[in-house]
């Protein structure tokens, strides 16, 4: 009878312990969907100043002595 009730006791608890450990998962994948949008908003800064300055940045040879 004893294991029984600790075999409930066990089983009883097991959800609670599963809920625990989803909840402690969650702010470690909460704090990479921040930095994988972070990083989304500053490629996209980078990608939006370059076009903005694509002629004042062009590949060549360009001297530097008349």
Do not use: D
Request: glycine share 4%.
């Amino acid at each position: 009878m004893r294991k029984f009730a600790v075999y409930l006791s066990i089983l009883l608890l097991t959800p609670v312990f599963i809920v625990l450990s989803g909840s402690f998962a969650a702010f470690p994948l909460f704090l990479v969907w921040m930095q994988l949008s972070r990083l989304v908003v500053l490629m996209g800064a980078e990608i939006y100043f370059a076009n903005q300055n694509v002629n004042r940045y062009e590949f060549g040879y360009e001297p530097t002595h008349k």
